[in-house]
């Protein structure tokens, strides 16, 4: 499949809270299920669409701002390589409408 987030560091990735203050909106994922090494192995756009709407929930600063627009650009990346090959998985489907639930005020006008 696609290749995860390779300059990405994991500690970047704000897991704790996405847990926190965005699934208990949607409940889409499991916590016990989607941990951070699963979905390092099974979906690179359901972690890349986690970690967007996690990091869409930090504190406004350049960081913040910046890591947003390399996983917004990855995400779009990661959609083109699976539109191209046709992968099919329930974890695309849950990046997908994790991704569009929370989709940002600047995609939304694209």
């Known amino acids: ?3 995860p987030i ?3 560091n994991t500690s970047e990735v704000p897991d704790s809270r996405f847990w926190s203050r965005c699934n208990p909106v949607i409940r889409l994922l499991d916590p016990t299920i989607h941990t951070l090494a699963y979905l390092q192995a099974k979906s690179p756009l359901l972690l890349s669409a986690m970690s967007q709407v996690a990091a869409q929930c930090l504190p406004v600063s350049s ?3 910046a ?3 390399k996983l917004d650009d990855h995400i779009e990346f990661l959609l083109k390589d699976l539109c191209t090959h046709g992968y099919q998985s329930l974890e ?3 990046g997908l409408v994790l991704y569009a639930a929370w ?3 600047t995609k939304q006008q694209q």
């Open 67 to 69: 890591l947003c627009s």
């Open 6 to 8: 390779s300059s990405l």
């Open 1 to 3: 499949m696609c290749e």
């Open 63 to 65: 960081h913040s701002i």
């Open 103 to 105: 989709l940002r005020g």
């Open 92 to 94: 695309i489907c849950q």
